[in-house]
């Protein structure tokens, strides 16, 4: 099925800030449309995965951010987006929208329930993370195109796909000590790895969103690790969507 060239338009949101007016600094492209079925959104994840760039350009990384989603019983979802200086982890902003998504829960195709939300929160972002860790898969998917190398090519920014569980390949689990991982495959292919973030704690699953390599996404996401099992971008970003994050005061 031939995927055709619509304008992305996300779910109307509520603005969960101060500063309601967009300014546009982060915006997203135009590379389809979001009223599909769900075979439609794996024809279009087949379609873009041959475009997800597996390579990084060796630029700086400054600032990085961390997004998630948290529902509610209610229904809605709310989606956060936390920047943080890199590599001191001190927090810059945080964002958040709430919405009642329009796709169904259907596992791997997470990235059409959950995109059109933190898009809106980006969006609202004062300034352009250098890397955005994602909660959720990038190239470790059936399709190889998880909500990591989703947003990262809506966005152009590199991204890292950062996991709490497995949703394809095997590989042997790292030693118990914070650091230390193995390669994750599928079908003789390496799409990521399984990462110890945090001493006995159970690993992390770490793979290419869009624009950077392994071996970067590696270093970054344990870069970010401050004691915890998940790295402090997509842990605040997870707090910022439970309503459990104070903003920043510079930033409401």
């Given at each position: 099925?031939?995927?055709?060239?619509?304008?992305?338009?996300?779910?109307?949101?509520v603005?969960?800030s101060?500063?309601?007016?967009?300014?546009?600094i982060v915006?997203?492209?135009?590379?389809?449309?979001?009223?599909?079925?769900?075979?439609?959104?794996?024809?279009?994840?087949?379609?873009?995965?041959?475009?997800?760039?597996?390579?990084?350009?060796?630029?700086?990384?400054?600032?990085v951010?961390?997004?998630?989603?948290?529902?509610?019983r209610s229904?809605?979802?709310?989606?956060?987006v936390?920047?943080?200086?890199?590599?001191?982890?001190?927090?810059?902003?945080?964002?958040?929208?709430?919405?009642?998504?329009?796709?169904?829960?259907?596992?791997?195709?997470?990235?059409?329930?959950?995109?059109?939300l933190?898009?809106?929160?980006?969006?609202?972002?004062?300034?352009?993370?250098?890397?955005?860790?994602?909660d959720?898969?990038?190239?470790?998917?059936?399709?190889r195109?998880?909500?990591?190398?989703?947003?990262g090519?809506?966005?152009d920014i590199?991204t890292?796909?950062?996991?709490?569980?497995?949703?394809?390949?095997?590989?042997?689990?790292?030693?118990?000590?914070?650091?230390?991982?193995?390669?994750?495959?599928?079908?003789?292919e390496?799409?990521?790895?399984?990462?110890?973030?945090?001493?006995?704690?159970k690993?992390l699953?770490v793979?290419?969103?869009?624009?950077?390599?392994?071996?970067?996404a590696?270093?970054?996401?344990?870069?970010?690790?401050r004691?915890?099992?998940?790295?402090?971008?997509?842990?605040?970003?997870?707090?910022?969507?439970?309503?459990n994050?104070?903003?920043?005061p510079?930033f409401?």
């Amino acid at each position: 099925m031939p995927v055709k060239n619509h304008s992305v338009t996300a779910n109307p949101v509520v603005v969960n800030s101060h500063v309601c007016r967009y300014n546009r600094i982060v915006q997203a492209k135009n590379i389809h449309n979001w009223q599909v079925n769900p075979a439609e959104a794996r024809c279009i994840q087949v379609d873009l995965a041959g475009k997800v760039i597996r390579r990084g350009d060796n630029r700086s990384i400054n600032t990085v951010a961390g997004v998630d989603i948290s529902t509610k019983r209610s229904g809605q979802a709310e989606a956060s987006v936390v920047v943080l200086s890199y590599p001191q982890m001190e927090l810059i902003e945080v964002r958040t929208c709430t919405s009642n998504p329009r796709f169904p829960y259907i596992p791997g195709l997470l990235s059409f329930r959950e995109a059109p939300l933190i898009l809106a929160a980006c969006a609202q972002l004062r300034s352009t993370p250098d890397m955005i860790l994602v909660d959720g898969q990038g190239v470790a998917h059936p399709r190889r195109f998880g909500i990591a190398s989703h947003l990262g090519m809506l966005l152009d920014i590199p991204t890292i796909g950062c996991a709490k569980s497995r949703l394809c390949g095997s590989g042997e689990m790292p030693g118990a000590e914070a650091g230390l991982f193995c390669n994750l495959s599928d079908g003789g292919e390496i799409i990521g790895a399984i990462v110890r973030t945090k001493t006995d704690s159970k690993p992390l699953y770490v793979s290419i969103g869009h624009k950077t390599d392994l071996t970067t996404a590696l270093d970054t996401v344990l870069g970010c690790c401050r004691g915890y099992r998940l790295p402090e971008p997509t842990r605040l970003a997870h707090l910022a969507a439970g309503g459990n994050l104070l903003r920043h005061p510079i930033f409401v």
